[in-house]
């Protein structure tokens, strides 16, 4: 079992920068692959960013390519989602998973947190 907290979601206004973090907790956390997920009210859950265990490797949707930033710390077991410049469209809750493998497929990840908040005022 991994077990995971996310923290950092607030509101912010247009145009301004959040950075959540992803604690993690159980099996030895570089083995995984972490990935943000976001999900709007009223929409499907969808892929944000991947980070590899060794964090030597990432990939981004294209909706927020240029804007995000996914980095991992090991020697903490965190992971991190920086997020500069953002729109009232990225308003939703963010969730970090786990995976044994580098994909953006939601059923691929295997434990999840339970979500932060972020809200993008116009």
């Known amino acids: 079992q991994v077990q995971l907290v996310e923290s950092g979601g607030g509101l912010v206004q247009a145009g301004g920068s959040l950075r959540l973090s992803c604690a993690a907790s159980g099996r030895t956390f570089s083995n995984y692959a972490m990935g943000w997920f976001r999900q709007a009210p009223g929409k499907e859950r969808e892929f944000v960013a991947i980070?590899?265990?060794?964090?030597?490797?990432?990939a981004y949707a294209d909706s927020v390519k240029g804007r995000v930033t996914i980095s991992r710390d090991n020697a903490k077991n965190t992971v991190y989602l920086q997020m500069n410049d953002l729109k009232p469209e990225d308003t939703a809750v963010y969730y970090c998973?786990?995976?044994?493998?580098?994909?953006?497929?939601?059923?691929?990840?295997?434990?999840w947190g339970q979500g932060t908040q972020v809200t993008v005022s116009s």
């Open positions: 980070i590899s265990g060794s964090g030597d490797s990432t």
């Open positions: 998973a786990a995976t044994n493998r580098i994909t953006g497929t939601r059923r691929e990840y295997d434990f």
